[in-house]
């Protein structure tokens, strides 16, 4: 079986999607052959992957912009109508792969949704909602495996989505440890206090908690900046609300390349994670990896995934600025979190995640 898989991805590696597809793909490729689809452009920057892996195929795509979702799921057809085999397993990355390889009628397929946090937090407009819906639809009816990111997301999908429970597998994330490493020196330097945040800058992550918190912080601690990581900041209300807040030593660094973000882990001395939910959430294990302390909101898997790694706070202002401040004040405690958290991280390994991934390969085998 396991010479004959295909990975098939709907998003660049630079995405929470596309980081998933290349580390699944990179560990399943080191015990057999495997086929790895993406989306390619010269203009982006990870198409060098394409000339530097063997097992790495890129698809020729047009955006065609507010269309880009309807539209991709043909393009991606259209590249595997040139290789396809009925005899071999595919596994599609997110519902836009599985919806290309539906229109297979005799393909052999697995999708990972990673989460349905669509269904009931809503981010997309209306015609974008019915057609997600209409993709998970379309799977259940073909009784296609999903695979599930946390326990969290596997009882949503099951209540949300409506989806047969024996057709939902839960597979952590693994974290690189390769790329997410310990800091030499974990002292902090005094009069110095990095607070840092990395992800999606999307309504969801909630960061208006976090800014109005740190306005408490700012005033306390004059010393203490707040870093925030995350593609187009300039296209969000988050700068602006920062201004009307009057703060000073808040910094919007706008995207960080995977090669350049241990930099800033190690320049860190506090992760903080408000997001309402997540299914997943790779940042506050890459930190704990990066031995920086992790301080968590519990919204969708996050209690499940930070676990005892770190620490939490409640959604609001008060609450937040409090345990912000222990950490800051206090570094027995900052020493602790982050002692924890080396500990618990080395839970979540890649190795892992193939090894339960192809369990699920054979449901459809």
């Given at each position: 079986m396991e010479d004959h898989i295909n990975l098939v991805s709907c998003q660049h590696f630079f995405s929470g999607i596309g980081r998933y597809s290349f580390e699944l793909g990179e560990e399943m490729y080191k015990s057999a052959p495997i086929q790895l689809y993406k989306?390619?452009?010269p203009s982006n920057a990870d198409h060098f992957y394409e000339n530097q892996y063997d097992w790495i195929?890129?698809?020729f795509y047009k955006s065609f912009r507010n269309l880009h979702p309807y539209v991709l799921p043909l393009f991606i057809k259209q590249a595997l109508n040139q290789s396809f085999n009925p005899n071999k397993i595919y596994h599609a990355h997110w519902f836009l792969s599985g919806l290309a390889l539906s229109y297979f009628k005799d393909a052999r397929f697995v999708v990972t949704m990673h989460d349905v946090s669509l269904l009931h937090v809503h981010e997309g407009d209306q015609w974008f909602m019915k057609y997600y819906k209409w993709a998970i639809n379309r799977f259940k009816e073909r009784r296609v495996p999903i695979i599930v990111v946390s326990e969290s997301a596997k009882k949503d999908t099951i209540i949300h989505a409506k989806?047969?429970?024996?057709?939902v597998h839960v597979i952590h994330n693994g974290i690189n440890f390769d790329q997410f490493y310990p800091s030499e020196n974990t002292e902090r330097k005094?009069?110095?206090?990095?607070?840092?945040?990395?992800?999606?800058?999307?309504?969801r992550k909630n960061l208006q908690l976090l800014l109005e918190a740190f306005q408490n912080i700012e005033k306390k601690f004059p010393f203490v900046k707040l870093r925030i990581a995350g593609m187009y900041p300039e296209r969000t209300v988050y700068p602006q609300i920062a201004e009307d807040l009057k703060l000073k030593n808040v910094i919007f660094e706008g995207y960080i390349p995977d090669e350049q973000l241990i930099n800033f882990y190690h320049e860190g001395d506090l992760l903080v994670f408000?997001?309402?939910y997540e299914g997943f959430g790779f940042a506050p294990l890459e930190a704990m990896a990066s031995s920086v302390p992790v301080l968590s909101a519990k919204g969708g898997s996050l209690r499940e995934v930070v676990g005892d790694g770190g620490d939490f706070f409640e959604y609001e202002v008060n609450d937040l600025s409090m345990k912000i401040s222990n950490v800051i004040e206090d570094e027995v405690y900052r020493q602790d979190l982050i002692k924890r958290g080396s500990l618990w991280v080395k839970k979540f390994t890649w190795e892992e995640s193939v090894r339960k991934t192809k369990d699920v390969y054979k449901f459809v085998s």
């Open positions: 989306p390619s452009k195929k890129g698809y989806y047969p429970e024996e057709l005094e009069d110095q206090f990095n607070i840092i945040y990395t992800g999606g800058l999307g309504e408000p997001s309402l």
